[in-house]
């Protein structure tokens, strides 16, 4: 089971740091990913870190204005997001791969939490 939070209000250029924590499995043996959808479109990658957190991906719209990371410890996956702009509102979902491949493709993730939902204002 998954469970993100974190997500609410902000004026653009404002940061937030979403918050995936896992229960119920290992999710630390796996990669994770941080996707996003926005009212009447398609939901999208945003970014994805390996079970080791030593390689990561990002989608170019967040490319160096976010960054994804874990703690496995914890069993916790985090999106820091800074430099946030209106098009970044969506409702933002954290997932898990059955695999150590880093996927971009909603369809290589097995797990998805509930989704947090981000607002920014202009």
């Known amino acids: 089971q998954l469970q993100a939070s974190g997500g609410g209000l902000v004026q653009a250029g404002g940061s937030l740091r979403l918050s995936c924590a896992a229960s119920g499995r290992t999710f630390s043996s796996y990669a994770m990913g941080w996707f996003r959808q926005a009212p009447g479109k398609e939901r999208e990658f945003v970014a994805g870190?390996?079970?080791?957190?030593?390689?990561?991906k990002y989608a170019d719209s967040v490319k160096d204005r976010f960054t994804i990371s874990r703690d496995n410890v914890k069993n916790t996956v985090y999106l820091q997001m800074n430099n946030l702009e209106p098009e970044d509102t969506a409702v933002y979902y954290c997932?898990?791969?059955?695999?150590?491949?880093?996927?971009?493709?909603?369809?290589?993730?097995?797990?998805w939490g509930q989704g947090t939902q981000v607002t920014v204002s202009s």
């Open positions: 870190i390996v079970w080791t957190g030593s390689s990561t």
């Open positions: 997932a898990s791969t059955d695999g150590i491949v880093l996927l971009t493709r909603t369809t290589g993730y097995t797990y």
